[in-house]
């Protein structure tokens, strides 16, 4: 497994076998990921040129994949924004937490698989863009 770049998030490389047959990639929890998997979701028939995300988390970790077709992920921490263009399924996104995120330029028939750190809780989402701002800059 190789990192893409440096950063609070990264791009990372999945391991891949190749075969004329077909591609396998496994993935697996502190060994691929860093951290060790609670929840495993994934999107999909997500409208062509769609978009999701628009929130970030106080303490979850995720690894993010287009397990096929293509989106656009913008990440930002309050100083820094980015975009990543995750389009094939032996590179995955790692977000930490503190970060906000939103998905878009969905692919027609495209599938986002996320793995993450915890399970599911409502209290650790910043689902509003200033309140988040305002905790990563110390207001709270």
């Not at 591609?23 to 860093?34: G, K, M």
């Not at 990440?75 to 399924?89: A, H, I, M, W, Y």
């Not at 599938?111 to 910043?126: G, K, M, Q, T, W």
Request: proline fraction near 5%; glycine fraction near 10%.
């Amino acid at each position: 497994m190789g990192e893409t770049q440096p950063g609070p998030w990264r791009m990372m490389d999945l391991p891949r076998i190749q075969d004329a047959r077909g591609n396998l990639t496994s993935i697996e929890a502190q060994q691929v990921v860093p951290f060790e998997i609670k929840r495993v979701y994934y999107l999909y028939d997500v409208p062509g040129g769609g978009s999701r995300g628009g929130h970030a988390h106080k303490q979850l970790e995720q690894l993010i994949i287009a397990a096929s077709g293509s989106f656009d992920v913008v990440v930002d921490n309050g100083r820094k924004k980015e975009t990543f263009s995750l389009n094939r399924s032996y590179f995955g996104l790692y977000m930490p937490p503190m970060t906000w995120r939103e998905l878009e330029n969905f692919s027609s028939g495209s599938v986002c698989l996320v793995l993450a750190s915890r399970h599911y809780e409502e209290e650790d989402y910043h689902r509003d863009y200033y309140d988040f701002l305002a905790d990563v800059r110390g207001g709270r």
